[in-house]
């Protein structure tokens, strides 16, 4: 289990590279939900990037996380879910970013209510775009070179 405090820093420095570095210049009220819409995305962007599992898997679940962004799936659905993705990930921070999903959707779900609607928001046209990718192109590499 991630604490917030590990999500905002360990989980993210891990997979964002210069994000970690520049989100410490936004205003103090703007960082944690900023820094949980980032992991967010990356998560959803490390599903649709999962090459190993067929279009169709990879576009289901992009929904049911979507939904359990957007509060319409349990959690726990959401992890039973992810559970297929995360061996699958050769980059050993986007497997724990994966493992700390939940921890992200609880986080989401002690947010503010206005930072939690704005993240939902974003989070619903950033999956969107990843679905209509992967319906689009077979795979990250496909999309791509394009």
């Given at each position: 289990?991630?604490?917030?405090?590990?999500?905002?820093?360990?989980?993210?420095?891990?997979?964002?590279?210069?994000?970690?570095?520049?989100?410490?210049?936004?205003?103090?009220?703007?960082?944690?939900?900023?820094?949980?819409?980032?992991?967010?995305?990356?998560?959803?962007?490390?599903?649709?990037?999962?090459?190993?599992?067929?279009?169709?898997?990879?576009?289901?679940?992009?929904?049911?996380?979507?939904?359990?962004?957007?509060?319409?799936?349990?959690?726990?659905?959401?992890?039973?879910?992810?559970?297929?993705?995360?061996?699958?990930?050769?980059?050993?921070?986007?497997?724990?970013?994966?493992?700390?999903?939940?921890?992200?959707?609880?986080?989401?779900?002690?947010?503010?209510?206005?930072?939690?609607?704005?993240?939902?928001?974003?989070?619903e046209k950033i999956t969107h775009g990843q679905k209509t990718r992967c319906w689009?192109?077979?795979?990250?590499?496909?999309?791509?070179?394009s």
């Amino acid at each position: 289990m991630s604490t917030r405090p590990q999500l905002e820093t360990t989980i993210l420095r891990s997979v964002s590279r210069s994000f970690y570095l520049s989100i410490r210049f936004l205003p103090a009220r703007l960082r944690e939900p900023i820094a949980l819409a980032y992991l967010l995305a990356r998560a959803t962007d490390t599903v649709a990037d999962t090459a190993k599992i067929s279009r169709s898997v990879r576009i289901e679940t992009l929904k049911m996380l979507s939904d359990g962004i957007q509060g319409k799936a349990s959690r726990e659905v959401v992890v039973d879910l992810i559970a297929s993705f995360v061996p699958l990930q050769t980059n050993a921070s986007e497997q724990r970013l994966l493992e700390s999903l939940p921890d992200c959707l609880a986080w989401l779900e002690r947010m503010e209510q206005a930072d939690r609607t704005d993240i939902r928001v974003v989070l619903e046209k950033i999956t969107h775009g990843q679905k209509t990718r992967c319906w689009r192109w077979a795979s990250a590499t496909e999309w791509r070179s394009s």
